[in-house]
């Protein structure tokens, strides 16, 4: 059984963002949530709202910290909380205001560590990579709820297969703000916690020796996901996106993985503008390495902008496309517990019939 799980407090980061050379409103919205609850809202698919903002059971709140941090940054994470109130008190931004980066950090050959700048205007460059990841009031609520919904999904997960506990085999969390750009020390590409990272160690926490997969299918490469685990024999990151697009210093097919790690990193980029049909044999081409890999959890980063209309992404992918695709994922891997995390995905109006056909696909099989 699937079931679909949303916070309300994801709809309240509303941000601006560098795109070209023009400050526009952030093309990851909230009216792109909107739409997606409204098409399931219509639809016989099981949707489930979780709003940690109402708090509720401490210890959770606890173990959501704790988890996170085994990820991210101490200090990053302490930004991302007061970073919008500081620039508010130092008289920076008004109310409505949204804290973006001036200066990035520059790896330097002094020797001397990174650290952060005195100056609370600059940090925040010393911990983001791009302009497209503002923090503005009420950000920071809608980062923590969109990670719950991660962390919430994968420990529904944790329970399939033992006695009876769930017959939920999959969980799609309708994150917003996405995650896969985040590197555990820098927000960029719309992301501020990696997702598919706390899903991981959610689901270790529970399974310490456990073989995880994570199958990224949005139209950008996953840095920050591909980051965290580079180094990781027992996480396979496999990811599918636009040759030399965002976020362009990553992606390539020869970065594999390192030490213990080396062949766990599989990036298969994919020419701008090429046909569904190219797409799937990257698809099937991946879906054997992982079931090579034996993973015993599943975590798939779900973007929508590999969409033929989108405005960040460019294959020649249509709504009825999503549907075989989930269909092929789920019969190479139907045993396996799925957590399903919504990255990208930037025209509106198909959106909701991208996740529909999406979603009706997985279930045929
Ligand atoms: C986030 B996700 C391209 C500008 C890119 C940020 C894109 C973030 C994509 N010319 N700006 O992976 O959908
Ligand atoms: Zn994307």
């Avoid at 950000?139 to 939920?168: C, H, K, P």
């Avoid at 975590?299 to 992404?313: K, R």
Wanted: glycine fraction near 10%; charge should be negative; charged fraction near 20%.
């Amino acid at each position: 059984m699937l079931i679909t799980l949303y916070d309300p407090d994801c709809l309240l980061h509303k941000t601006v963002e560098l795109l070209g050379s023009k400050l526009i409103p952030a093309l990851e919205s909230p009216a792109r949530l909107e739409a997606i609850l409204e098409a399931l809202h219509l639809s016989e698919h099981e949707c489930r709202k979780i709003q940690l903002s109402a708090g509720g059971d401490e210890g959770r709140v606890s173990r959501l910290t704790k988890l996170t941090s085994d990820t991210h940054n101490h200090n990053y994470l302490q930004h991302l909380q007061s970073v919008y109130e500081e620039w508010l008190s130092a008289g920076l931004i008004e109310k409505d205001g949204n804290v973006l980066p001036e200066c990035f950090y520059l790896p330097t050959s002094t020797g001397k560590p990174m650290r952060p700048p005195k100056d609370v205007f600059a940090r925040a460059g010393y911990f983001a990579f791009d302009m497209s990841s503002g923090i503005m009031l009420d950000s920071y609520r809608a980062i923590v709820a969109s990670a719950n919904l991660a962390y919430e999904g994968t420990d529904m997960l944790t329970g399939f297969g033992t006695d009876g506990a769930t017959d939920v085999d999959t969980v799609f969390a309708l994150c917003r703000p996405p995650g896969h750009h985040c590197d555990g020390r820098r927000a960029g590409g719309y992301c501020y916690i990696n997702n598919a990272a706390l899903a991981v160690s959610t689901w270790r926490a529970s399974k310490p020796q456990a073989r995880v997969a994570i199958l990224d299918i949005d139209f950008h490469h996953g840095n920050g996901t591909q980051e965290i685990f580079y180094s990781d024999p027992k996480v396979l990151y496999v990811s599918i996106h636009g040759e030399d697009e965002f976020p362009y210093y990553t992606g390539a097919e020869d970065e594999r993985g390192i030490g213990e790690g080396e062949g766990t990193n599989i990036n298969l980029p994919l020419k701008v503008g090429s046909p569904f049909e190219e797409y799937m044999s990257k698809l099937e081409y991946g879906l054997d390495r992982l079931l090579d890999f034996r993973p015993e959890f599943l975590v798939i980063s779900l973007g929508f902008d590999t969409f033929h209309a989108d405005p960040l992404g460019h294959f020649q992918i249509h709504t009825e496309d999503y549907g075989t695709i989930a269909t092929r994922i789920r019969q190479n891997l139907k045993d396996i517990p799925c957590l399903v995390l919504l990255e990208g995905g930037y025209v509106i109006e198909h959106l909701g019939a991208n996740v529909l056909s999406f979603l009706k696909g997985w279930k045929s099989v």
